[in-house]
């Protein structure tokens, strides 16, 4: 989904991700303490841009050495591209004690001085009101492509009230297909959800395409499928941006003819997902 710059380098700490083509030479291994490590193999003119798929602290100690290492071969401008933004869902203290999780790792990030933070279809406004130089790319030419692939007519659903001022852009970017605003109920305390909500009387068979930034184990497309089952709709078809699916496929392809994801977070080796690739 990104093009490549003939004019910049690329340092890309996943082999398995890969956006930008080829990557600058470099090797890596672990310490028996458990500390990554990272020795550039070449010689680098110009600027560099790092990509890094960070699923933990460990993803995010690596780009930290890397940019290091950069800085020490005296590389005055480097741009880091993370997809997936790490804890972008801790972005409220809900109950006392807990961190405000997102902007410990903004606050890191912040301090390498990139010159530019590139990350995709963000939870939520917070994220890229905490991080600095950031560009964010929007779902919309992700979503455009997924349904490429469905001809039926179409309902956009919006799962949640967080979710209703992006796809409500969404929709005005495809053309002005319709929306249906959904809620569930979340018990801070615990996590669980209950009471998924349809603010719709009868979807009418029309195909309904469920689309959010984030399927972790899934809980929330479980029910609202359920939900929107329980109107009449048609197909159910999920879109998210970064697929975690800890939990697996299953429970979710009883529901969804098609689940469609990004390489953001993990390559999805499953037929039952379609997977677009940055």
Known sequence: MRKNNANMNYL??????????????FETFT?????????????????VTITQRIKNFNDLGFLLIATDALRRMNIKEINVFIP?????????????????????????????????????????EVTPALVNNVEVIDNHKFVKRCLETIKEEIVLISPDGGALKKIYKLS?????????????????????????????????????IIVDDICDGGSTFLGLGKALQEKNSGDLHLIV??????????????IYKTIFTTNSFRNVESKQVIQIDF
Do not use: W
Request: proline share 6%; hydrophobic share 35%.
């Open 84 to 124: 997936y933004f790490p804890a972008a869902r801790q972005d409220r203290v809900m109950v006392s004690g807990e961190p405000l999780s997102v902007k410990v790792y903004a606050d890191i990030i912040n301090s390498q001085n990139y010159e530019k933070v590139t990350i995709f279809d963000p939870h939520s």
């Open 172 to 208: 005005a970017y495809l053309g002005g297909i319709e929306v249906i605003e959904c809620s569930k109920k979340r018990d801070v305390k615990t996590g669980q959800l209950s009471g998924f909500t349809v603010y719709a009387d009868d979807l009418k068979g029309k195909t309904a």
């Open 12 to 25: 890309h700490l996943d082999p398995d991700f890969t956006p930008f083509g080829t990557s600058i030479d």
């Open 241 to 254: 941006s970064h697929g975690i699916f800890n939990k697996g496929f299953d429970p979710l392809k009883e």
């Open 31 to 47: 310490f028996s303490g458990g500390e990554p490590h990272i020795k550039i193999k070449e010689v680098i003119k110009g600027a």
